[in-house]
């Protein structure tokens, strides 16, 4: 009898790399089909480039890396690479490029996406260097892509006008969030922080090493809008004692009284989000706020915002085992049962939901919902190599950015993980941004 053939593990990785670059390419026709070609090609913010844009430079990215740099093809539209060049042109000159029209967009990235299946049916990534070991390339693109659509994301909460997006479904509710501890200790110690073995990890997740993190306290839960709230009544931004002295000069400057997109109506708050004016749901994360309001409400608060090390170690760290697992439930692939993610709700969960994608403490929502500040700067890890080019991470370390993580409800699961970083400046509130505080723990 003859024996079955073994697994090709190149097929699964194939599958995989493939669903990766289509479950972005559907988001993508989803936020570009849903508007007509006038909202397409407008810009609805000058922090924000054109959508049309954002999907042309989808498809130049996706060219010179599989079909260029990966498959060693020629240029198919070499002329629109400095069009394309996010670092060659800020986004509030981009509406005056000679950018590819809708209809030309679309095709471009529709012949781009047909070639690259083909290059992935044929690549061999044990045999390619680097850039192709483990698919990396394939999935370095498919994360840029979902990226962008969180971009584009961000767009349609800019825009005015009527909702172009819905969700099917609210997200889940938190029925024991009153039953949860306000904060949870964690134990001082060292532990393993970013990764080496995450096969799509980029540059600035590299590599592991060790943290030794002093005993903390953090939220069990991200700050709701209801406890901000709370920092509003209390003149939190009437108060400079709060506040960072250039925090202080943007509230001053732009007369921040609340959050983005908040405003009061009689004696109550409102919010727009996604073209619905509704009121502001009290048990959602706090959202649409800067690195300087989530530390102002920190310092209100008599806490602070965790550093990007604790945020991990509360994370990641499981005590049980000592090990630095890839997500806070272990190292299981995002489920719907385990964060929000992915773009399903259009917004956040109430604190305490996604009991399943707890840490081994309790922690919750520590992936998806919101974004979370932290207070560190965006810097390398020590032996930190830049790969495949600089201007991913190398050229944004320094004292300018500040750290979020965790991932928000606009995070697809391929771009997001326990290691993964992102980083902003703190003014930025555009974002889907939240946060949680944390304390030292007293001495014993």
């Not at 000058?46 to 049309?52: A, D, R």
């Not at 991200?222 to 709370?230: D, H, I, K, T």
Request: net charge negative.
């Amino acid at each position: 009898m003859t024996a079955a053939p073994a697994p090709d593990p190149g097929s699964t990785l194939r599958e995989r790399a493939a669903s990766a670059l289509l479950g972005a390419r559907e988001r993508t026709r989803l936020l570009t089909g849903c508007v007509d070609e006038r909202e397409l090609t407008a810009q609805h913010s000058p922090l924000m480039s054109p959508l049309v844009w954002d999907l042309g430079h989808i498809g130049n990215q996706e060219e010179q890396w599989l079909l260029r740099a990966v498959a060693g093809q020629e240029p198919l539209r070499p002329d629109i690479d400095s069009v394309y060049d996010a670092f060659e042109h800020p986004r509030a000159e981009r509406p005056s490029l000679p950018l590819l029209a809708p209809r030309e967009a679309r095709g471009y990235v529709a012949d781009v996406r047909g070639r690259v299946l083909d290059v992935l049916d044929s690549t061999l990534f044990d045999d390619g260097g680097p850039l192709v070991e483990s698919g990396f390339a394939f999935g370095m693109i498919a994360q840029h892509e979902q990226q962008h659509d969180e971009t584009m994301l961000i767009t349609h909460q800019l825009r005015r006008g009527p909702a172009a997006l819905t969700a099917p479904e609210p997200p889940p509710a938190a029925p024991d969030a009153a039953l949860l501890p306000v904060e949870v200790l964690v134990e001082g110690g060292p532990f393993m922080m970013g990764t080496s073995v995450e096969p799509w990890a980029l540059d600035n997740e590299r590599p592991a090493h060790p943290r030794f993190v002093p005993s903390f306290f953090i939220d069990t839960l991200p700050v709701s809008n209801g406890a901000y709230l709370r920092f509003i009544e209390d003149g939190g931004y009437r108060d400079p004692r709060w506040w960072r002295p250039a925090g202080w000069e943007q509230v001053r400057r732009h007369e921040l009284a609340a959050p983005l997109f908040w405003r009061r109506e009689g004696r109550g708050w409102v919010r727009r989000r996604f073209g619905v004016v509704e009121e502001v749901p009290p048990a959602e994360p706090v959202l649409h706020v800067s690195w300087y309001e989530a530390d102002a409400y920190a310092a209100w608060a008599g806490r602070r915002l965790p550093t990007e090390a604790e945020w991990e170690k509360a994370a990641r760290h499981d005590p049980a085992s000592g090990r630095s697992l890839r997500y806070p439930w272990g190292d299981a692939d995002p489920t719907p049962e385990h964060a929000n993610l992915g773009q399903r709700h259009l917004r956040p969960a109430p604190v305490g939901a996604y009991a399943r994608g707890a840490s081994p403490l309790g922690i919750r929502q520590l992936i998806g919902d919101v974004w979370e500040w932290t207070a560190s700067d965006f810097l390398p890890y020590p032996g930190f190599r830049a790969f495949p080019y600089r201007e991913y991470s190398e050229v944004f370390f320094g004292d300018r950015h500040k750290v979020l993580r965790g991932g928000s409800f606009a995070v697809d699961p391929v771009a997001c993980r326990g290691t993964f970083r992102n980083w902003d400046l703190p003014v930025r509130r555009q974002i889907f941004s939240g946060f949680r505080t944390a304390r030292d723990a007293e001495p014993a």
